[in-house]
Structure formats: structure tokens, C-alpha cells
């Protein structure tokens, strides 16, 4: 720690001193990164984050079963636990992974089979197994998974299965790929959207404005998911699951663009009377330049911010209108169609791992909060 | 004052209208129309009509008129009273909805007295604790419980019911008093009932106040008429709640405007979990089934309920600010 | 206890407050010693980062986190508090939210603060805030203390006191508010009142009234007068004794005319000197004399300027349209300068936004005439037509720190208009913006570094750079000087000058300092309410005032000379109509 007198704002010295400040040859994004990184929250966040979004891309690959493999004798498996370790035939600890098989017991009054872990019985489990043929992206055909069971026809349900007898990770683990993906692109439609109208407004200002902050009021006062629901119900149940998702995406996105709006106003209006501004239009930057030049790199820290808080609502939303049964449909895999599943009570009594979707979603929309809580943190660097 | 709150009452008016008009356009978005569902249901039971009457039906319904003349009749119908047919429930709409819309309305605004009441002093102690434990915990929580699907916790709350109290809870009243009169037994029963459901519909509306509070407050709290006031010699406490929280309390208010439609919106979802005897699960049903009257109905009423609740909002505004009073 | 005029009321031995964060410790005050008399008024002076508003709050132990008092003693004598006994408190050694501190302040010593709007509570009336005052202190009820309030706000000449008691800040001028806390802060009779720079936000004019009404306050209640201020007019004014702080520490102190007649500390001798040098007539403006024949850069007649209330539905509030400028009319030749000066809302910043067209007059004519070129009538001109003439007339903003863009490098700030009038690009531009930071007093090295890593004087250097980039023939000057400590503002004005004498460049001059304008200006036009009340040569408005307004204007400034307090009387400004 270093002592030392308060700094003038005036210089007593002669002119030409050194600049003040270690940041002196700082850009903004730099700056801008020293201030996230503070936030240790919005750090681990963003790993986080990250991970998912890379499980998304390659879901294929990690899910160790295809999403609609169902099976009949395992329907509410409950989940196994994956041992890494196991003691051979000399009781030494070898490395060989595996999961532990399933007794079952069938309930002759109710008509009910209950599974219990039989720890005596070993599914050997390994990494990069051999697999069925499958598509990566619907390009490249892949014919290894990163873990699965080594004999084919093994259970491995790490997360339980279903009514169905389908393996919940993998259902969640494709699920990643929809849920997180119709997130981004409702939020780009919104953010299109945001910044033409409310760019428009703080710009021009005048009647345009009027209208437009009017119609984002009214927007904003409607209760939103009684809307969605009206509209996706008018939406025919025949249409193909791609057209229904880009419809879903469309819907959640005219509601979704009025925040953005909003905030790309509320800049441009601030923006607009600083003197900086005034001064470049008197350094003979014409309009375009004024905007892009001079302005945006003010506020796109703002409107990254902004966009990073509105992904949770769109993820939010799709997982409620899918859980109703309103938005994406089987054999789509979101978060909020295998939420469907938990719908009943009865069933999530006796297979508590039909929330493991909810807690996916839970993760994600955190992560989310918390690196956009950063951002807007990080977002004007200059803030004392 | 007067030109703040006549320029409010005068808006309502188009907002109305636009309300209505974006539920009209719900309600005919879906193909076809009240006769071809009549129809198809006419056809399923063994008894098709002929092209004739179903044409009869349209002109008896005005279903053949262009659109906007089919929506000045529906509007001036629902002025008067009459909002149309539910095809599901063969009754008119307007029996239907009203008991509804009521538990919508005592659910909304008890979960909305709820979420003020804890996130206000919430917020304060956050705001005033800055960076303590007390403060990270209470950021992370509300974190949290704005990262919850309000549905989800409302299934994990019956999940955790059905396994530790043996029965689900659920709806809003218990079996003998459904349809008993209304009397100080049922108040209590009712009373009982309704907690569950403003806690799980409030938490996200507590998170989000919260954190706006928290904001709010640190901003005043470095203004200079707090440093005023701690000059004159107040004590820390007394300062903080005279002055920067009755200041913060402002903006706080004015959250009303978007916490409402939240909450209205919440409730659709939750209350279709937990089976209660509002508008959301007749507005899923209906919706599923194409219901149009009914489903558009309930939506134009959600929308206007929301924008009465606003308008009491900034009349509330009007009383704290002075600054509005004067016009400033 | 009945106090005589000089006895000690309080006594600050060898105080030192730091701020510790995690990267430094700040020694804001700097084993600093002050010594406060009953009925005598000590002035604080200092620049920004002094150390003098931090001095202020350790006497009354408010000192916002991460600050505190790391040692000394703050001795308060004779104080009339019950758990004293009448024996000298240590302030310093008392718990900062305890119960004793809090008894002595509002009580024994009261503060009153630099920004009046902020100041006070925003949702409270004014006799709620001083009523709570009274109430803290004394054993009143609320008729009584309400009664009390009105008192004082008569005392402190309010007008209208029992309906003002029950208003809210919003409703009051920046004077008026000023008054109100003053009225709070006294109305428990404390023996000590500091006022941290409560004049500073506030028009000349108001300054002197807020002046006038605090010495007649002081002659009536004899407490002690710590103020402080950066203003050494207002210190000649007001001052028995000066203390004068740098950099956390006090470098001298003793009787005003002692330090103005002979100033022994460097510090002193310079800070004097900046102020008195803007006194009189710059010798560089001295040497030059206009050419003889010097064509009219710039002739604007009847220009009017009027901003439209909100139009709409309904009207927001009862204001009609504001006049902001009426018929204002004047003549520039090449080479002159001519000062513009006038208080809030005179429209001198108006004037100068509309010659350039950022703003849009709505009547008049601007007659620009170019060195080769014909006069052409600005006004009249499409907004779009305007981009070639702002390469000849320039402007300098009065906020460094607004006027620069952060996100832009020097080299781009500086190189914007030569790139956007194609003047040079590459290397050929660095090389110019190189050539103009050196004239303007900055190292090229750093042109490649961000604003925020200078300091406000530089950036001032920066905006002045920017301006000249392009060789311009006019440049207006909008309170360029007005963000910088006073010992900086001479060194601006001087490079302005120079670069005018090198540059053959006519100033427009805009300012609410007189001392500035008469520094630098050939000519000065005083603005009042949108009108020139009067225009002429420097020397003869500021020595012989014609016009009522200006000659209230010229007697309200406080002279930087001791001896000259209470010479000239105060003229007050009538206009016809409510004042």
C-alpha cells in the first residue's frame, strides 16, 4: 500500500506531465474485462455457462443414449450410481467404471415394479464406447459415444429413467441443445427489433417517440404468458415440430423486444445531449458516423448486458408454454416437454428424478443472471 | 396533479380498446370458427348438419360479416354483458368467468401485498448490510429464486407435500366447503388454503423487488441530504428510514407497473398445477380446446384487471410524490 | 455562558483523516490544526483534493467510509451540554454513531452544504426538515417548534415565511433553498457553523446576498464561521482569518490582510497570484491592437430564440414558452474578442450554441464572413449546408470530461475533424495531431492514451487542440475555464491568447466570471434574461457600468483585496416586475 497525497484535478506542474493512472493506454474492453472479473460469481458463471453451451453443441456425442431409445423394462428405473473404481479378483482397486444392476420386484396388488440397486450385479461401463451410427449435427456420422455400457443392452440410467423407460440424461442432455438455442434466437429477433424501434425513438424523438414508448408501455403491461398461450394455441397442432419452433421463437420474441427497447432509448436519449456527441457532429461526422462511430461503443456494453438478462425470460418462457403442452411438442426434446412429465403428481412421488429437467433449467437461467449481473456491472467501465 | 391523473384515466381508454382488439385476434387467429367446431362436433355424434344450416348459423352468429364488423359486434355484445358462447361448456362465457376472474384478482393482489410487505424491509436490510453475509445470502437467494420457474416450484411443493403429509395440496378450499356460502369458517378455510399459493407465486416477484430495492437504496444513501441529516445529529437508524428509504420508496411503488402483469401471468401457470378455481385453468383448457370465446375473454379481462391494478399504482404514486403533485 | 468575541470556541490540534482502501491509503487531512473564535469568521481555502470539506466533516465526526480520524484532537470549549459538565469535549474521541456525537451536532455546531437542491430532502416540506432540527435539540412541541421555523426562516428573509414553511425544496430558487438551510442549521443557536462552499453553486448576484445575510447572521448570534471556499474574492470579503490547505495540509494561516498583503508559503504566493493576475488586462491582450480596417468576421442581428413548451394532448405544467434570447444583436471584427458574461439563465450559452447552429434560433440573422469569401447569413442556411463552415468557426466546451469521447484515443479525438474535412489520413495525420498537441502544451507520446488518464487540465488542452485542428477562423469559448481550479485558468487563457495572436483567430468569450472576460476580452456584452443590457470595451463596462443590471452585476463580485470590504455598497437589480 502506497501513501500519498490527494491528486489535484488541477496540474501545478508544468504542462506537458505524465498521465495519471496505470489504465492510461487501456481500451475499453479491457477495462471493461478487469471489472467482470471482479465479480467472482459472474466468473464461475460464465464457466458454467460455457459448459453448457458446448454440451449443447455436442450433445450427440455426450448423451449415452438416443433420446427416443425407450425401453419397457425399465420404465421409473431409479438412477445409478457410476463407480469408477472396483476390487478384482486379487482385491486390488483397479480403475474399471461401472454401474451397479437393477432387482426387481413386481407389486402384485398394484400392478407395480419396483427396482431396487442389486449391488452384486455389474454393468461394466467405459468411455468412448463403440455405438449405433449416428449423426453429429446431421453431418458427420459418428459411430462412438464418450460413455456408455460396454455390453450392448445394459442399463446405465445415471439420472433415472422415465415413463418410458428413456434415459433422462440423455433426454437433458439433448434437451440442452433447443432449450438453450431458442433462447438466442428469440433474444436476436428481440434485439433487432429493440434497438431499430428503440433507436428510432431516442433518436428522433417527437411523435415517433410518443408512439413508440406508448405501444412498449402497453406491451409491457399485458400479462405475457396468457398472450403467448392465446397465441400458441392458434398455432394447428399438425404443423411440422421445425415450423412450430421457429412460430414459438417469433411469439416469444414480440413480446420480449420491449425491455431492449426500452434501454436502447433510454441511451440514445442520454447520449444524444453529451457534449461529445455535439462535438463530433461539429467535427463534420455526418449522421452514420455520429451513431456507429461515436455513440454505439457507449451503449453496446449496455445492450450486451441487456441481452444476456433477457435469455433467461425466453428460456423461461419456452420451458412454461412446453410444459403446458402449448409450445414445442414430442419428439422434440426441450427442457419444458420432458417437464411434462413431472405433471403428475403421483409419478414425481415415486420418481423424483422427473425434476432433474427443472433443476437444468434452474442452473442455466442462474448462470445466465449472473454473468449478465456482470456485464451490466462491467458494462460502463468509467463509472467512479 | 389533476393533468396527471386526468392524462392517466384518459389512457385507459385506448388501452382498453387496443386490449380488446389483441384478444379478438386471439380469439380469431385459430382456423375456422365457432361453426366449424360446432359442426365437427355435429359430425362426430352421428348428426352432421347440412351445408345450408351451418351456413343459416353463420349469418344467425353474423360469422359471414368482414372482421372489423364482427368486432364492433362482439365489443358492443361485451359492453352489454354478453361475451359469447363457450362451445366447450355450451354455456355463455360470461356465467363462466366471473367467480373466476374474482379469485384471480384476491390471489393477484394478496401475493402482490405479500411481495411488497417482506421485499421492502428485504431490500432495506440488504441495502444497509452492503457486502455482508447477511447481504450475500440474501443476493444469492433472490438469484435463485428468480432463476425458478414459478410452475416448477409449485410441483416441488406438492411433491414435497404428497411425500411428507401424504396428500397433495391443493386448490383453494377444502372439499366441504366448495360450494358452501360464503362464511367466516370458510374465510379461515379459505385463508388456510391461500398461503401456499401467493408464497410460491410471490417468491419470484420477492427476488426481483428485492434487488431493485437493494439498488435503489445504495443510490440514495450517497445523496447529500443524507449527510445532511446526519449533521443535524439523527441517529444512523432513524436517518436511514426517514430519509433515502421514504425517498426509495418512490420507484419501489412504481414497480407495481410491470410486477402485476408478472404476477397475473404467473398465476395462469400455477394455479393449473395446484388445481385452484381461477381463470388459469379454464384459460389453459379452453385454449387447448380452441375455445375461443371463453379463452379470449379470459385474456381481455387478465389484461384489463393488470391495467385497473396500474392505474391504482400511480394514483398510490401520486400520494407519496410530491414532486408529481406539483407537476414537476 | 455568555461568550465574548474572540474567546475559542473550537480548537482542531494536529488532525489527520485517511482513507485506507485496498490499493492505497489517501492522507486527506494531513496533522492539520485550525483554531475557531467566537464572532470572527475563519476562511478555509484550497483547490479541489485540498483536503478542506474532509477537515470539515472530522469536526463533526461524519466522515463517509473508508475515511476515519487516525489522530488528533478536536476540542470543543464551553459547550452548554448536560453529560460535558461544562469541560472541553474531545469530538474526535467520540464514538461516531453514538449518542454524544449526536448531541453536539445541529446543536453546538452546525453544517450547512455546497448543493442546496441536493441537500435537502426532496419529499419532506422545509419546516418538516427544520422542525426535526429543532426537535432533536430542544423540548418543543410541534406548535411550538413550527412557530419557532417560521421565525427563522423570516430571519434568514425568506418571503411569505408561514406558507414557505410549509413547501417543498422543489418549489424555491438555488438562493432561497440556501437560506432555508441556513435557517436549519442555526435555529438551535449553535456556537460554530461551517459552511462547506455554500456559495459556490450559486449565481454572483445570489452569492453576494447569501454573503451579506451570513455576516448579518454572524454580528447577530456571535457564533463562529468556519467557511470554506476556493474563492478568494469571497475570502477577502468575509475572512478575519485564512487558513490555506494543500494537498491535506495547512501550509499557512493568519489575519486576511496579513496573508493578501504578504503571503509567505509558495502555495499562497501562487494561488494570490492567479487570482489577482486575472484582475487587470492581460499583457499579452495588451500588445495586441486590432488592425485598423478589420473586416466584420461576424454580425448577428435580432436574433431571437424561443423554446416551445411541450406541446401535446395536455400540458405538463402552467410554463409557457421560455424566450431564451430576444433581439440580441452585435458585431465581431477579425481578430477581436469579445466577452459574453451573465449569470444562470441569461442566455449567454443559448447565444453561443445558436451563432453555431447547434441550436436553432428561430428569428435573426448570423452574418459569417470567411477571410476569402462573401458574408453569408448562417441562419438562413438548410442544417445540412452548415458542415463547411464548421470548419472555420470552432468551439470549446466547458466540461472536460463530457466533451471527450472516452472510448477514443487522443490521436482520434483530435484527428476527427481533420479526417472527416479530408484533410490528411495515415501518417500524415499523426504527424499533424503530433504538431498540434505540442502547441497546445501535451506530449505526443501519449496520444495513443485515453481521457481518462488526464487530468482536467489537460483535457482542456485536448478540447483546445481539437479546435484549432482545422485552422479555424472563429472560435467560441463556452466556460472553458469554468470546471478548473483557479490556479489553472490563467494558464488557458494565456494559450487561448497566444494561439489567437499566431493563428490570427477571433474569440467569442462565454462566461459567468467577469474576471475571466476582462483578462482576455477587447470587448464584453452583458446578458440578462435573454437581452444585451449592455456592450462595449472591457475597461469601461467593469470600471463604469452604465446599465442598472450590470452595475448590481459589477458591485455583487467580491474583489480578491481585503481592504476593500465594505467600500463599494451593493446596488440591487430591480427589473420592472416581480423580482
Known amino acids: ?384 | 396533479m389533476l393533468n396527471f391523473l386526468l392524462r392517466r384515466l384518459l389512457w385507459m381508454i385506448p388501452s382498453f380498446f387496443a386490449v380488446s382488439v389483441v384478444a379478438f385476434t386471439i380469439i380469431q387467429l385459430p382456423p375456422g370458427d365457432f361453426v366449424t367446431s360446432y359442426a365437427a362436433d355435429l359430425a362426430t355424434s352421428g348428426s352432421p348438419a347440412s351445408a345450408e344450416q351451418l351456413q343459416e348459423l353463420r349469418i344467425r352468429y353474423g360469422l359471414d360479416q368482414p372482421l372489423p364488423v364482427q368486432y364492433l359486434r362482439w365489443i358492443g355484445n361485451a359492453l352489454h354483458g354478453d361475451l359469447g358462447v363457450s362451445f366447450e361448456y355450451r354455456a355463455p362465457v360470461a356465467d363462466l368467468i366471473w367467480n373466476r376472474l374474482g379469485m384471480t384478482a384476491l390471489v393477484a393482489f394478496c401475493t402482490l401485498l405479500f411481495v411488497w410487505v417482506i421485499a421492502f424491509p428485504v431490500g432495506v436490510f440488504s441495502a444497509l448490510r452492503q457486502y455482508s453475509l447477511g447481504d450475500y445470502l440474501i443476493t444469492f437467494l433472490c438469484f435463485l429464486g428468480m432463476a425458478t420457474p414459478n410452475f416448477l416450484l409449485a410441483l416441488f411443493v406438492m411433491y414435497l407435500s404428497v411425500v411428507f403429509l401424504g396428500y397433495s395440496v391443493g386448490g383453494l378450499f377444502s372439499p366441504e366447503f366448495v360450494h358452501a356460502p360464503w362464511s367466516i369458517a370458510r374465510l379461515v378455510d379459505l385463508l388456510q388454503h391461500l398461503w401456499l399459493p401467493v408464497v410460491v407465486l410471490g417468491v419470484a416477484g420477492i427476488a426481483a423487488l428485492v434487488r431493485i430495492m437493494r439498488a435503489n437504496l445504495l443510490d440514495e444513501l450517497g445523496k447529500p441530504y443524507v449527510e445532511t441529516a446526519r449533521a443535524k445529529g439523527l441517529a444512523e437508524i432513524a436517518l436511514t428510514l426517514r430519509y433515502p428509504t421514504r425517498v426509495a420508496l418512490n420507484p419501489f411503488v412504481s414497480t407495481v407497473g410491470w410486477v402485476l402483469p408478472v404476477l397475473v401471468s404467473g398465476e395462469v401457470i400455477v394455479s393449473s398445477v395446484m388445481s385452484l378455481p381461477t381463470a388459469g385453468p379454464v384459460l389453459i383448457q379452453a385454449l387447448k380446446t380452441q375455445d375461443m370465446y371463453l379463452g379470449g375473454a379470459l385474456i381481455m379481462f387478465q389484461c384489463i384487471l393488470v391495467l385497473v391494478g396500474t392505474l391504482l399504482s400511480d394514483l398510490l404514486l401520486v400520494w407519496l410524490d410530491p414532486r408529481i403533485r406539483y407537476d414537476r | ?579
Open chain 3, 1 to 579: 455562558m455568555t461568550e465574548t468575541d474572540g474567546d475559542i470556541v473550537l480548537e482542531v490540534r494536529d488532525l489527520s483523516t485517511w482513507f485506507e482502501t485496498r490499493h492505497e491509503t489517501v492522507k486527506a487531512v494531513d496533522h492539520v490544526s485550525l483554531t475557531l473564535r467566537h464572532g470572527r469568521t475563519l476562511c478555509v481555502v484550497g483547490e479541489s483534493g485540498s483536503g478542506k470539506s474532509v477537515t470539515a466533516r472530522s469536526i463533526l465526526n461524519i466522515v463517509p467510509k473508508p475515511g476515519r480520524i487516525v489522530t488528533g484532537q478536536v476540542i470543543l470549549h464551553n459547550s452548554t451540554l448536560e453529560w460535558a459538565g461544562g469541560k472541553p469535549i474531545d469530538l474526535a474521541a467520540l464514538h461516531p454513531r453514538g449518542r454524544r456525537i449526536r448531541t453536539v451536532r445541529g446543536r453546538e455546531i452546525a453544517m450547512i452544504f455546497q448543493e442546496p437542491m441536493a441537500s435537502l430532502s426532496p419529499v419532506h416540506t422545509i419546516g418538516s426538515q427544520i422542525v426535526e432540527a429543532i426537535r432533536l435539540h430542544r423540548r418543543m412541541n410541534q406548535a411550538e417548534a413550527r412557530a419557532l421555523a417560521v421565525e427563522m426562516l423570516d430571519r434568514v428573509r425568506i418571503p411569505r415565511p408561514s406558507q414557505a414553511v410549509d413547501s417543498y425544496p422543489f418549489e424555491f430558487s438555488g438562493g432561497m433553498r440556501q437560506r432555508a438551510m441556513t435557517a436549519m442549521a442555526l435555529v438551535c443557536e449553535p456556537k460554530l457553523l461551517i459552511a462547506d462552499e455554500p456559495t459556490t453553486a450559486l449565481d454572483v448576484t445570489t452569492q453576494a446576498e447569501i454573503l451579506e445575510l451570513m455576516k448579518n447572521l454572524q454580528s447577530l448570534y456571535g457564533m463562529a464561521l468556519m467557511f470554506i471556499t476556493h474563492d478568494m474574492g469571497v475570502v477577502a470579503e468575509i475572512a478575519d482569518e485564512v487558513a490555506v490547505m494543500h494537498q491535506g495540509r495547512v501550509v499557512e494561516h493568519g489575519p486576511v490582510n496579513a496573508i493578501f498583503a504578504a503571503p509567505q508559503h509558495p502555495y499562497t504566493q501562487r494561488l494570490l497570484n492567479s487570482v489577482l493576475v486575472l484582475e487587470r488586462r492581460s499583457h499579452r491582450a495588451l500588445g495586441r491592437s486590432l488592425r485598423p480596417g478589420a473586416d466584420t468576421i461576424l454580425d448577428v442581428e435580432n436574433l431571437g430564440m424561443r423554446f416551445d413548451s411541450r406541446r401535446g394532448l395536455f400540458r405538463t405544467s402552467g410554463e409557457g414558452a421560455v424566450q431564451a434570447l430576444d433581439s440580441v444583436a452585435f458585431s465581431l471584427a477579425r481578430g477581436e474578442s469579445l466577452g459574453i458574461v451573465g449569470e444562470s439563465g441569461s442566455g449567454k450559452t443559448t447565444l453561443g450554441r445558436c451563432v453555431l447552429r447547434i441550436l436553432e434560433p428561430t428569428s435573426g440573422r448570423i452574418r459569417f464572413k470567411r477571410r476569402s469569401g462573401e458574408p453569408v447569413d448562417l441562419a438562413a442556411l438548410p442544417a445540412p449546408a452548415m458542415k463547411p463552415y464548421w470548419q472555420a468557426m470552432r468551439l470549446i466546451f466547458q466540461d472536460p470530461f463530457a466533451s471527450l469521447n472516452p472510448r477514443m484515443t487522443l490521436l482520434q479525438i483530435i484527428g476527427e475533424p481533420l479526417r472527416n474535412y479530408g484533410v490528411a489520413s495515415g501518417s500524415e495525420l499523426e504527424h499533424r495531431v503530433a504538431t498540434l498537441m505540442q502547441r497546445v502544451g501535451l506530449s505526443p507520446e501519449t496520444m495513443r492514451r485515453y481521457p481518462h488518464a488526464f487530468s482536467g487540465g489537460q483535457r482542456q488542452r485536448i478540447g483546445i487542440a481539437r479546435a484549432i485542428a482545422l485552422k479555424p477562423e472563429l472560435i467560441v469559448a463556452d466556460e472553458a475555464t469554468s470546471a478548473l481550479d483557479v490556479s489553472l485558468r490563467a494558464q488557458i487563457l494565456d494559450l487561448l491568447l497566444d494561439l489567437g495572436h499566431e493563428l490570427e483567430l477571433s474569440y467569442i468569450i462565454i462566461s459567468h466570471d467577469i474576471s475571466v472576460i476582462r483578462y482576455m476580452c477587447d470587448r464584453v456584452a452583458v446578458m440578462h434574461r435573454g437581452r444585451i443590457v449592455e456592450i462595449g470595451e472591457t475597461g469601461s463596462v467593469c470600471d463604469d457600468p452604465q446599465h442598472p443590471y450590470t452595475r448590481s452585476l459589477i458591485s455583487a463580485i467580491p474583489k480578491p483585496d481585503p481592504r476593500q470590504r465594505g467600500r463599494t455598497g451593493r446596488i440591487r437589480y430591480q427589473p420592472n416586475g416581480a423580482n
Open chain 1, 1 to 384: 500500500m502506497t501513501a500519498r497525497s490527494p491528486a489535484a484535478t488541477g496540474d501545478p506542474l508544468p504542462p506537458d506531465t505524465v498521465p495519471l493512472g496505470p489504465a492510461g493506454s487501456s481500451s475499453q474492453l479491457r477495462l471493461m474485462w478487469v471489472q467482470f472479473k471482479r465479480h467472482r460469481m459472474a466468473m464461475v458463471s460464465a464457466i458454467v455457462l460455457i459448459m453448457i453451451y458446448l454440451t449443447a453443441a455436442f450433445c450427440e456425442f455426450l448423451a449415452p443414449f438416443s433420446p427416443i431409445a425407450f425401453n419397457p423394462r425399465y420404465t421409473y428405473a431409479p438412477p445409478q450410481q457410476l463407480h469408477l473404481f472396483d476390487r478384482d479378483a486379487a482385491g486390488q482397486l483397479v480403475f474399471m467404471p461401472h454401474v451397479n444392476g437393477y432387482k426387481v420386484t413386481i407389486d402384485p396388488v398394484a400392478l407395480r415394479r419396483t427396482f431396487i440397486v442389486d449391488d452384486k450385479v455389474k454393468h461394466p461401463v467405459g468411455l468412448f464406447v463403440a455405438s449405433e451410427p449416428y449423426q453429429m449435427w446431421g453431418l458427420i456420422t459418428l459411430r462412438r459415444k464418450l460413455i456408455g455400457p460396454l455390453v450392448k443392452g445394459d442399463p446405465m440410467y445415471l439420472l433415472g429413467a422415465d415413463r418410458l423407460g428413456r434415459d433422462m440424461l440423455s433426454r437433458i442432455l439433448y434437451g440442452t441443445r433447443i432449450s438453450m438455442t431458442i433462447g438466442l434466437i428469440g433474444v436476436t429477433l428481440s434485439l433487432v427489433l429493440g434497438i431499430v424501434l428503440g433507436g428510432l425513438s431516442g433518436y428522433y424523438g417527437g411523435w415517433i417517440d410518443h408512439i413508440i414508448q406508448r405501444t412498449i408501455e402497453f406491451v409491457l403491461s399485458l400479462p405475457t404468458t396468457p398472450l403467448w398461450l392465446g397465441l400458441a394455441a392458434a398455432m394447428p397442432t399438425n404443423w411440422p415440430p421445425l415450423r412450430i419452433y421457429l412460430c414459438i421463437t417469433i411469439i416469444l420474441s414480440l413480446i420480449g423486444w420491449t425491455s431492449l427497447a426500452r434501454v436502447v432509448r433510454g441511451r440514445f436519449l442520454s447520449l444524444r445531449t453529451e457534449d461529445f456527441v455535439t462535438a463530433a457532429r461539429l467535427d463534420g461526422a455526418g449522421e452514420s458516423r455520429i451513431i456507429f462511430r461515436h455513440m454505439a461503443p457507449s451503449f453496446i456494453s449496455h445492450i450486451i448486458a441487456e441481452v444476456s438478462l433477457a435469455i433467461p425470460g425466453m428460456i423461461l418462457a419456452e420451458t412454461a408454454l412446453s410444459f403446458l403442452g402449448l409450445g414445442l411438442q414430442p419428439p422434440m426434446v426441450s427442457w419444458g416437454v420432458l417437464l411434462q412429465e413431472a405433471q403428475n403428481i403421483r409419478a414425481i412421488a415415486t420418481a423424483p428424478w422427473l425434476f432433474a429437467p427443472g433443476v437444468a433449467v434452474v442452473i442455466a437461467v442462474l448462470a445466465l443472471n449472473f454473468v449478465g449481473d456482470g456485464l451490466r456491472d462491467a458494462a460502463d467501465p468509467y463509472r467512479q
